[in-house]
């Protein structure tokens, strides 16, 4: 075995697949990588995520920004590569399904992980935020005042519409192969998987925006924009 082997540990991360002969059909191994390859970008994103709000507690604003301009970077790897299985047919698809059980991709480690993550993440913004005795809704009036704690934000927003992104590029990829009302394997119809889709890591962010085009047109009240979204007081 050669060092790259040996490191790596090649021999074991290649017998992680099915064999030829084991497959129910030859795209079930690009179904198996696919999945594989996604925990683990998932894996990786968490560790970084996990280094954040220390970060952010020490106003260590910078590093924690290039985290999740990192993180972004691996949302994009996960929608892009959906496209993998866009070569796989219906047909085929369906013949995959008969080895999965009642496996579901509602069960993957790495997403569940990913959507908890969000708490400590806005505890330690908001915290970051009081320090500065500035609002969420000052720091968009003037971006220039605190030029790193906007750009934090920023990378923020660039990580929420990463993850949305991943989950949209998903739901194009199960319509496209089992349709819209096909029940899954746990029984709901993809469709359900629309409601993911509209859900944010951190809607003060997306309020903060709403609430500052009222500056600008004034007007009446869009749901929950004029709340204080997530300021230091
Ligand atoms: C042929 C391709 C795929 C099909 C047909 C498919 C189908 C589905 C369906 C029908 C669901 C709804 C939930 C359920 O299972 O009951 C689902 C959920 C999910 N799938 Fe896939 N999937 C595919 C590929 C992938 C890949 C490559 C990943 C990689 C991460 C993935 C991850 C997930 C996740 C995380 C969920 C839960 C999403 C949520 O709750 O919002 N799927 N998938």
Redesign the pocket.
Known sequence: MTEYERYLRTEELLALQKGPTERVCHDELA?QV??QV??LW?KLALAELDRVPPLLDADRLIEAREIFQRVHVLMGL?GD??RV?EA?SPRA?FT??TALGRG???E?P???AL?ACPPPLRASLKAALKRRGVKLLDLHRDPSAHPDLYGLTEAMVDFDEGFQR??YR?LA??RR??GGR?????????E??E???K?VFFPELWLVREALFRDFVPGPSLDGADDDPGGAH
């Open positions: 179904f696919v999945h996604e925990e998932m996960m590569q959906m299985l796989m698809y995959v399904r579901s991709g509602q993957s790495g997403f569940n959507l991943f989950r998903h990829l199960v192969i089992i096909t029940p899954s394997l746990k029984g709901a119809p993809a359900l998987l409601h993911g889709v859900q």
